[in-house]
């Protein structure tokens, strides 16, 4: 074997692939039974300044100078290696063509603002979303792929709820649709793609990473890879141990898949590598609801825009509002887990969700309809005080925080945090702009929720045969042409969304409250890599033979989550960089020394 790759989500198989386009023999290990890790229950959208994608029909400019003064923006001009971000921002457009050229699979871009909407070089095209994708070419591989999660989101400016009655025997979205796709190309390249077979040691030969053991039928086996090992097997969110070490604390819920215990950062400290970003993590509030889980663990719903719709705000056990409601996900959930430095507790974790029944009636929440049956994991109360009392949230605090929130919100204004101000925040908002408050979302939420659910689950056979025919195809750039212009001209009113689609007061009884834990994506730390995805040792020399990518490796933009896809976008341009140089890699003379770490 040439080169081994240690994980199989986005970035391990990217690197696959990649090695394999360079001719490279290429082996894929999976500690899992299934393939993808956090990219397979992702929306696998990839950030990609300047793709180049239907810009015309998006009517959004992007250059490589805007995106660097948005990426180095906020003092990271500072922090941030400049060979990474550079190699990032030209390579980036480069592998989303290189995936469409070797895979059956096609990217849409939409209008979406990066999650930093209101500084300098900010964009709202950069997001490719996954088009649909056959599951037909993978045969029974097919099978390894976890089928798409949904997190039941009250509201999102993309229609998504037409897709609400697809299946997946005939075409794949989002994550899967992006893991499937690859791993497709990957096997049709002749890459040994294993699962249930954990990397536990890495094989040294001189100075020299040249294989790994593998665990497999509880039987260790060695494997040697001539060129290298590239780890791409994730973060550490899942490990208590090294979250205690690294994060303060462990996570109470999970937003990701098992796997992620830290097994890069372990292999990648025996060879003396020097880790970076440890500190950091791609961080998301999450909501367990209960019974839901993944693979026998308990796994959270990641909450998004539920936090930015009106009638509501979210505060900690004083019942003080600690930040920002509509914040993207990455700086709300690092809010949540600020340490108080006096008590070395986290003060904003858990949090609670704070609504009125205008929300409950407008909204509803993780898809249960407008005006709905209450769920049992909602707190209901007639009054704020009552509520306070049924959560353990202090009554005068909260009561104070409401009385000061609610004469502002009714004039769309937050002096406290600023909600609305950002074009982000109000993305997510209640607005309705062909028809305001005569739409039927405003008028009748609840029966208009329904009634599209009908149509979704009416139409979701043919819509399926539909899309799978066209997935089949193959052609990006039709599929694209028919889909792109149309989704602009539903999306691009919203960007005028008013600070009054995220503010509301809450001030109509019974009032709820939803329990919500800081948690991760993943982690950012790992090995630390230079702009090709080889590994480096303490002093900053080349670790020859190990290669990182992905959650695994290092932290190119150290913890910056520019966008939708943001961090996709770093596991397959630096899985692409690292799969490429690893193959190139020119093949060592044997020798006599060698050991497992």
Same mark, same amino acid.
């Given at each position: 074997?040439?080169?081994?790759?240690?994980?199989?989500?986005?970035?391990?198989?990217?690197?696959?692939?990649?090695?394999?386009?360079?001719?490279?023999?290429?082996?894929?290990?999976?500690?899992?039974?299934?393939?993808?890790?956090?990219?397979?229950?992702?929306?696998?959208?990839?950030?990609?300044?300047?793709?180049?994608?239907? /810009?015309?029909?998006?009517?959004?400019?992007?250059?490589?100078?805007?995106?660097?003064?948005?990426?180095?923006?906020?003092?990271?001009?500072?922090?941030?290696?400049?060979?990474?971000?550079?190699?990032?921002? #030209?390579?980036?457009?480069?592998?989303?063509?290189?995936?469409?050229? !070797? =895979?059956?699979?096609?990217?849409?871009?939409?209008?979406?603002?990066?999650?930093?909407?209101?500084?300098?070089?900010?964009?709202?095209?950069?997001?490719?979303?996954?088009?649909?994708?056959?599951?037909?070419?993978?045969?029974?591989?097919?099978?390894?792929?976890?089928?798409?999660? /949904?997190?039941?989101?009250?509201?999102?400016?993309?229609?998504?709820?037409?897709?609400?009655?697809?299946?997946?025997?005939?075409?794949?979205?989002?994550?899967?649709?992006?893991?499937?796709?690859?791993?497709?190309?990957?096997?049709?390249?002749?890459?040994?793609?294993?699962?249930?077979?954990?990397?536990?040691?890495?094989?040294?030969?001189?100075?020299?990473?040249?294989?790994?053991?593998?665990?497999?039928?509880?039987?260790?086996?060695?494997?040697?890879?001539?060129?290298?090992?590239?780890?791409?097997?994730?973060?550490?969110?899942?490990?208590?141990?090294?979250?205690?070490?690294?994060?303060?604390?462990?996570?109470?819920? #999970?937003?990701?898949?098992?796997?992620?215990?830290?097994?890069?950062?372990?292999?990648?400290?025996?060879?003396?590598?020097?880790? =970076?970003?440890?500190?950091?993590?791609?961080?998301?509030?999450?909501?367990?609801?209960?019974?839901?889980?993944?693979?026998?663990?308990?796994?959270?719903?990641?909450?998004?825009?539920?936090?930015? %719709?009106?009638?509501?705000?979210?505060?900690?056990?004083?019942?003080?509002?600690?930040?920002?409601?509509?914040?993207?996900?990455?700086?709300?959930?690092?809010?949540?887990?600020?340490?108080?430095?006096? /008590?070395?507790?986290?003060?904003?974790?858990?949090?609670?969700?704070?609504?009125?029944?205008?929300?409950?009636?407008?909204?509803?929440?993780?898809?249960?309809?407008?005006?709905?049956?209450?769920?049992?994991?909602?707190?209901?109360?007639?009054? %704020?005080?009552?509520?306070?009392?049924?959560?353990?949230?202090?009554?005068?605090?909260?009561?104070?925080?409401?009385?000061?929130?609610?004469?502002?919100?009714?004039?769309?204004?937050?002096?406290?945090?600023?909600?609305?101000?950002?074009?982000?925040?109000?993305?997510?908002?209640?607005?309705?702009?062909?028809?305001?408050?005569?739409?039927?979302?405003?008028?009748?939420?609840?029966?208009?929720?329904?009634?599209?659910?009908?149509?979704?689950?009416?139409?979701?056979?043919?819509?399926?045969?539909?899309?799978?025919?066209?997935?089949?195809?193959?052609?990006?750039?039709?599929?694209?042409?028919?889909?792109?212009?149309?989704?602009?001209?539903?999306?691009?009113?919203?960007?005028?969304?008013?600070?009054?689609?995220?503010?509301?007061?809450?001030? =109509?009884?019974?009032?709820?409250?939803?329990?919500?834990?800081?948690?991760?994506?993943?982690?950012?730390?790992?090995?630390?890599?230079?702009?090709?995805?080889?590994?480096?040792? /303490?002093?900053?020399?080349?670790?020859?033979?190990?290669?990182?990518?992905?959650?695994?490796?290092?932290?190119?933009?150290?913890?910056?989550?520019?966008?939708?896809?943001?961090?996709?976008?770093?596991?397959?341009?630096?899985?692409?960089?690292?799969?490429?140089?690893?193959?190139?890699?020119?093949?060592?003379?044997?020798?006599?020394? =060698? !050991?497992?770490?």
């Amino acid at each position: 074997m040439d080169v081994a790759v240690v994980g199989s989500g986005g970035a391990g198989l990217m690197g696959a692939l990649t090695a394999a386009k360079e001719g490279a023999r290429v082996l894929v290990v999976e500690s899992r039974e299934l393939v993808g890790g956090a990219t397979g229950i992702s929306a696998g959208a990839a950030w990609i300044p300047n793709h180049g994608f239907s /810009t015309d029909d998006l009517k959004v400019h992007d250059d490589l100078d805007q995106a660097r003064r948005y990426i180095y923006g906020e003092g990271r001009d500072q922090i941030l290696d400049r060979d990474m971000v550079e190699k990032f921002l #030209q390579t980036g457009p480069h592998v989303a063509r290189f995936i469409e050229q !070797h =895979t059956s699979f096609g990217w849409i871009p939409t209008i979406w603002p990066d999650y930093r909407s209101d500084i300098e070089g900010a964009s709202v095209g950069r997001s490719l979303f996954p088009g649909p994708y056959s599951p037909a070419g993978l045969g029974e591989a097919a099978k390894y792929v976890r089928p798409a999660l /949904t997190t039941g989101m009250a509201k999102n400016p993309l229609p998504f709820w037409l897709l609400g009655g697809i299946g997946i025997d005939d075409v794949w979205l989002a994550g899967p649709a992006l893991v499937g796709a690859l791993l497709e190309a990957c096997l049709r390249n002749g890459v040994d793609v294993r699962v249930e077979a954990p990397a536990t040691r890495l094989v040294i030969e001189g100075s020299e990473v040249r294989g790994i053991v593998v665990q497999a039928g509880g039987t260790d086996h060695t494997v040697r890879a001539t060129k290298g090992v590239l780890l791409a097997s994730g973060g550490f969110e899942s490990s208590n141990e090294l979250t205690e070490t690294y994060l303060n604390a462990p996570f109470a819920v #999970q937003v990701s898949p098992k796997g992620h215990d830290g097994i890069a950062v372990q292999l990648a400290k025996e060879v003396g590598a020097d880790l =970076t970003g440890m500190e950091d993590a791609w961080w998301m509030p999450g909501v367990q609801l209960p019974g839901e889980e993944l693979e026998g663990r308990p796994l959270s719903r990641v909450f998004l825009g539920e936090r930015a %719709l009106p009638h509501s705000i979210m505060v900690n056990r004083a019942g003080k509002r600690f930040a920002n409601e509509a914040l993207a996900y990455d700086q709300f959930g690092a809010i949540m887990r600020e340490v108080d430095p006096e /008590t070395g507790a986290m003060p904003n974790d858990p949090a609670w969700l704070i609504f009125d029944h205008d929300y409950w009636r407008k909204f509803g929440i993780f898809g249960v309809p407008p005006g709905g049956e209450v769920p049992d994991y909602l707190h209901r109360a007639d009054s %704020l005080s009552e509520l306070a009392s049924k959560i353990g949230v202090d009554e005068v605090g909260l009561l104070r925080t409401v009385d000061r929130f609610n004469p502002e919100a009714r004039r769309a204004r937050d002096p406290e945090f600023g909600r609305g101000d950002a074009l982000f925040d109000r993305y997510f908002g209640a607005f309705y702009p062909r028809l305001g408050r005569f739409s039927p979302d405003a008028l009748l939420p609840g029966l208009t929720a329904k009634a599209r659910a009908r149509v979704a689950a009416a139409i979701g056979p043919v819509v399926s045969k539909l899309a799978g025919r066209a997935a089949r195809k193959s052609d990006p750039e039709r599929m694209r042409s028919l889909v792109v212009g149309p989704l602009a001209r539903i999306i691009r009113p919203v960007l005028k969304s008013p600070k009054s689609s995220v503010l509301g007061p809450i001030d =109509t009884p019974p009032y709820y409250a939803l329990e919500v834990h800081a948690s991760a994506l993943g982690t950012v730390g790992g090995p630390r890599t230079d702009a090709n995805g080889r590994a480096l040792d /303490t002093d900053g020399n080349v670790i020859p033979g190990l290669f990182a990518a992905g959650n695994a490796g290092g932290a190119p933009l150290k913890g910056f989550y520019g966008g939708a896809g943001g961090t996709i976008s770093l596991g397959l341009v630096f899985g692409y960089l690292a799969g490429r140089e690893a193959a190139r890699t020119p093949t060592p003379t044997p020798t006599t020394t =060698t !050991h497992d770490t």
